[in-house]
């Protein structure tokens, strides 16, 4: 059945994993207080300014990032199984044509 129905399974739970891998490293990233810190040391400045608006929305987007790349992986770990059930169905239907 696996000339019909061809995937590097190996390649994806692979690519899932390293994904899932990334999502978790950048999870554990908050810049927060090394912004504030900026803000705080650049009183009275764009810069600044902009600093103690910056942290909790990139924060926030890295949460997101996070929680795409988790869900990212989630869905091809599922079309790994979905595609290892599908083609042992296929096959078995295959056989029973063949072999009655």
Not at 12 to 21: E, I, K, S, T, Y
Not at 60 to 71: N, P, V
Not at 81 to 99: I, T
């Amino acid at each position: 059945m696996g000339e019909i129905l061809r995937a590097d399974l190996d390649a994806l739970r692979a690519m899932a994993a390293a994904v899932r891998v990334e999502a978790e490293t950048i999870a554990g990233i908050d810049p927060a207080d090394l912004i504030a810190r900026v803000g705080l040391a650049m009183p009275n400045s764009v810069i600044g300014a902009a600093a103690d608006e910056a942290g909790e929305p990139v924060v926030a987007a890295l949460r997101e990032l996070a929680d795409r790349l988790t869900a990212l992986s989630g869905v091809v770990e599922r079309g790994v199984k979905s595609y290892e059930e599908v083609d042992a169905a296929l096959g078995a239907q295959l056989d029973s044509y063949m072999h009655g």
